[in-house]
């Protein structure tokens, strides 16, 4: 069982690095003049979309966390909501994060947005479909050696180098956005 479980993280893992290659390449084709860095926030807003729709359809189709219960339609749509909520949230929490880290609050605005909005998909998409809006799930998991399953470990795995790629890639310079070879 522990195998199987191994290989359907490996092929989701697979489809989401793809999904990333996917959305550098694919709006060449649909968008003139369209690059990663020359149009970065239509790149930021593409590839978050597809890293989340990708990863709604892998937790819907893998079902990684199967709960015995049968759930009312009413609770699915207050789950729902809650986990947009709390996705808002972290959009947020993440924008004032790099706003404190020395990211301009008016000027770039947009592009500070994007930014949490992106690290918001790759972190805290990731638990909303794995352990729903459930707060104590996520202290347990996040807690040392609170993760039950392949999937939990690697939730840890990725939010964390998530948060900690982010932060490297803006260590080596000072977060001083106005300059023209920074922007």
């Known amino acids: 069982m522990r ?12 489809l989401c690095a793809l999904s990333i290659v996917l959305a550098a390449v694919v709006p060449a084709a649909f968008l003139d003049g ?8 239509t790149w930021l807003c593409v590839c978050s979309v597809c890293v ?7 937790h819907l189709v893998l079902k990684p966390n199967q709960s015995p219960k049968r759930r009312s339609f009413a609770h699915k749509i207050s789950r729902f909501l809650k986990c947009c909520i709390y996705f808002f949230m972290s959009c947020i929490l993440f924008h004032a994060i790099i706003v404190l880290y020395g990211a301009p609050l008016i000027e770039s605005v947009t592009e500070t947005f994007l930014f949490a909005v992106l690290l918001s998909t790759f972190t805290t998409l ?12 996520w202290i347990r998991v996040f807690s040392k050696n609170g993760a039950m399953s ?3 470990s690697s939730l840890q795995i990725t939010s964390m180098c998530s948060i900690l790629g982010a932060w490297f890639g803006a260590f080596p310079i000072p977060l001083d956005w106005d300059r023209p070879w920074q922007v």
Request: net charge negative; with cysteine; aromatic share 8%.
């Open 52 to 58: 989340a729709t990708l990863n709604v359809i892998l």
């Open 34 to 41: 369209f690059s990663v860095l020359g149009t970065h926030l």
């Open 126 to 137: 990731q638990c909303l479909c794995l352990l729903g809006p459930n707060i104590q799930a």
């Open 150 to 152: 392949v999937w939990e």
């Open 3 to 14: 195998e199987a479980e191994i290989w359907r993280l490996l092929a989701a893992n697979l």
